[in-house]
């Protein structure tokens, strides 16, 4: 015991705890950025950093990164573990990194404030030799209408750029979004443009539709970007003894943090008075409906179809609901939704088909729909409507309830069966009216099919035979099936899985979902942790597409999509 208490305590001498907070510089130009580092000597494991302070005047661009290097100096060895931050300061002046307080080894420390000055003295319109605009085409708009959003990337003609990080939107409070175009690597249009009277190569980082929505405050959020700028040789002797070629390979880089201004966005009010059925759309469309047989008799399908087309927000209004005559049984409708991108504008069309089942004889009207809107061409209000259409339906008046709640697909099927199996009166005879027992077969399985919809409900608690249900309960194997397509492409199967799931399992009509859309559908389902990592899963499938960066996850990004989706499932169930 006297010899593990001496051993313990030479350890302790030899290896003493030590902790060193520092940063690369303390006077730094605007946009510039600086390292953070803590080295802890002595210590098992890495310590436990609480960086929440720092955020309030510091914006963390990398990090925290881990490094250990060992040393024997006269004998004795010395184990030191490093973090390293990289920080760009939110504003010019003077600021300080507070005290950083964190754990070693269950031991707590704290450091002293660390003072920085930021300064902006460079010359008179060299601040703007790199820089990213936030263009918009309209900066007052009414809630529903789409402004159309462009980040570009404005580079100097002397300016030269060797390194950029992956551009990553932001979110988009108070806005729903639709993709736009978004680049798959950094390409400067032909022509170089004149801003401010001085010429610049400009490349598109990306576009989006927004679409403003109820909420307290609208504005375009200020973005950031990591760059590696080339310093210019200021020595302009040439080294008679060394080749100018190879210049090149010794090329100094800066890093810079390049971010765009905060744009605000005005809604304007609607002009009163209101229609008394506006739901929200806003734009330009037309109404249309169909039907594919105005003769039935009692009992047969009927398909009805409404057909909305436009350019505005679809999407994010309901269509008119229609009261069908009381005999006429109406099955909720499949929703079908198509976007397309003209000029910018989105456009695209949202149509809706019922199955209708006349249960009496008789002439029956399907109504008019009637909707309005805002139009934007006008700026005033507009209104649209169909033609109501007559029905003929014949036959005897026969109860039918036992085909309630069956869908399209499966009313098809049963008529088909029930045809099949009509025979002649001589064929009737020649067995002297005698079921064989195929018609007891029958008449038994058509039983279990007409109550399975009573069971399923009551035991599974969800009804099989309606799509919606159908669609939120398969959407996790969908999904896992998608996961399992043999593809070298992961993070675009990752991706694809896990934007399927989302729109099966909310039964989206949209197909057009970002990482954004995700993080707010999901927002009130899942817990943050989970959410986060899946946001943070979608955004690695868009980065590693194009960027060589995030090869070492291209293995294990599909497990970890599997993982999530499964634990998000069970959220639901």
Same mark, same amino acid.
């Given at each position: ?380 209000? &507009? *209104?649209?409507?169909? +033609? /109501?259409?007559?029905? %003929?339906?014949?036959?005897? !008046?026969?109860?039918? @309830? ?106 989206? &009509? *949209?197909?057009?979902? +970002? /990482?954004?859309?995700? %993080?707010?559908?999901?927002? !009130?389902?899942?817990? @943050? ?45």
């Amino acid at each position: 015991m006297k010899l593990f208490v001496i051993i313990l305590l030479f350890l302790n001498v030899i290896f003493p705890q030590t902790v060193n907070v520092s940063v690369d510089k303390q006077v730094m130009q605007e946009g510039d950025v600086l390292q953070l580092i803590i080295e802890v000597s002595g210590a098992k494991d890495f310590p436990k950093i609480e960086m929440d302070k720092i955020k309030k005047n510091f914006e963390f661009v990398g990090g925290p990164y881990e490094q250990t290097s060992i040393e024997v100096i006269n004998g004795k060895m010395k184990d030191t573990k490093t973090l390293t931050w990289t920080l760009s300061p939110r504003k010019t002046g003077n600021i300080t990194i507070p005290e950083i307080q964190g754990l070693i080894d269950g031991k707590r420390f704290v450091s002293k404030p660390i003072k920085i000055s930021v300064v902006n003295n460079l010359k008179k319109g060299s601040e703007n030799s790199v820089f990213i605009l936030a263009e918009v085409d309209k900066e007052t708009a009414y809630l529903g209408e789409q402004i159309t959003l462009t980040y570009k990337l404005y580079v100097d003609l002397n300016t030269k750029i060797s390194g950029i990080d992956q551009f990553q939107m932001p979110d988009f409070n108070g806005f729903w979004v639709e993709e736009i175009f978004t680049p798959q690597r950094l390409q400067y249009q032909n022509k170089n443009v004149l801003f401010q009277g001085r010429k610049y190569q400009v490349a598109n980082l990306g576009q989006r539709a927004l679409f403003p929505i109820a909420a307290d405050k609208h504005f375009i959020p200020a973005v950031s970007i990591k760059t590696q700028i080339e310093k210019k040789n200021r020595n302009k002797r040439r080294d008679p003894f060394f080749d100018p070629f190879f210049n090149s390979f010794f090329t100094e880089t800066q890093t810079k943090i390049i971010k765009s201004k905060k744009r605000n966005i005005t809604i304007k009010p609607f002009p009163e008075p209101k229609p008394t059925d506006f739901s929200g759309a806003v734009g330009d469309f037309k109404i249309n409906v169909a039907i594919d047989q105005k003769e039935v008799e009692v009992n047969d399908g009927i398909i009805f179809t409404i057909i909305l087309e436009g350019t505005g927000n679809l999407g994010l209004f309901t269509l008119p609901k229609v009261e069908f005559h009381q005999d006429l049984e109406a099955f909720p409708p499949n929703d079908d939704y198509k976007k397309d991108v003209f000029r910018n504008q989105i456009t695209g069309s949202q149509k809706l088909e019922y199955v209708l089942i006349p249960r009496k004889p008789g002439h029956f009207e399907i109504p008019m729909i009637e909707m309005s809107f805002f139009n934007l061409k006008l700026d005033s209000w &507009s *209104s649209i409507k169909t +033609d /109501p259409i007559k029905i %003929k339906v014949t036959g005897n !008046n026969v109860e039918s @309830d036992n085909l309630t709640g069956l869908t399209k697909k499966e009313i098809e099927l049963i008529s088909e069966d029930i045809r099949f199996i009509k025979t002649n009166s001589s064929e009737m005879n020649t067995i002297e009216n005698k079921l064989s027992t195929a018609n007891y077969l029958f008449y038994f399985l058509s039983t279990i099919i007409f109550f399975l919809p009573v069971f399923s409900k009551k035991i599974m608690k969800t009804n099989l035979f309606r799509v919606d249900d159908r669609r939120k309960k398969n959407a996790i194997k969908k999904s896992l099936k998608i996961l399992k397509t043999k593809n070298p492409d992961s993070f675009n199967i990752a991706s694809k899985a896990i934007y399927t799931y989302i729109q099966e399992r909310l039964l989206l &009509s *949209s197909k057009n979902l +970002d /990482p954004n859309t995700a %993080k707010s559908l999901l927002r !009130n389902y899942v817990d @943050d942790v989970t959410l986060k990592e899946l946001i943070n899963i979608l955004k690695i499938c868009d980065a590693g597409k194009y960027s060589p960066t995030y090869k070492e996850e291209l293995h294990t990004i599909i497990p970890k999509t599997k993982n999530i989706l499964q634990n998000i499932d069970k959220v639901f169930r």
